[in-house]
């Protein structure tokens, strides 16, 4: 079975935790969420490579990378759920790339095959992964006609 992964950096919070475990049990799909740790005592440039050569680790080399990054391409529901089951039926893993505070390194945004914006508007890194679970739920809900679309 194909895998969906989140990749974000840093923890949710004691806020947030709940609503992400929510999504995950009425999520289908095989999803495995990865965060990685970061030190904030480093400048800005050095904390983004560092976070890039953690989140390289985890990359796989054949997997559709997308990144969620403000400059990336608008989707609709329908138009992202093409995206996640055109990749998933021709056998890809998704994996799924959020940044922290500073953004994505270079070297991880190089690799991406889709650059995905979820608002042209900044928000917590934290938000961003329950507005990408919410939007994978929905996919599955779009694919098995459920009312919760509508």
Not at 18 to 30: E, F, G, S, T, W
């Amino acid at each position: 079975m194909r895998q969906i992964q989140i990749i974000s950096v840093g923890k949710l919070n004691n806020y947030y935790q709940p609503i992400a475990r929510d999504y995950q049990k009425l999520i289908k799909y095989n999803i495995k969420s990865t965060e990685i740790c970061y030190s904030k005592k480093l400048p800005a440039e050095q904390i983004k490579q560092f976070e890039g050569k953690l989140i390289n680790e985890f990359l796989e080399e054949k997997s559709c990378k997308i990144v969620l990054n403000i400059i990336g391409n608008d989707y609709n529901s329908h138009e992202f759920t093409k995206l996640i089951t055109n990749n998933l039926q021709s056998g890809k893993n998704i994996q799924f790339i959020i940044g922290g505070a500073f953004g994505l390194d270079k070297s991880i945004l190089e690799q991406a095959n889709i650059h995905l914006s979820l608002s042209k508007m900044t928000m917590p890194h934290q938000m961003a992964k329950i507005i990408l679970l919410e939007q994978i739920y929905r996919t599955q809900t779009i694919i098995e006609n459920h009312p919760y679309h509508k």
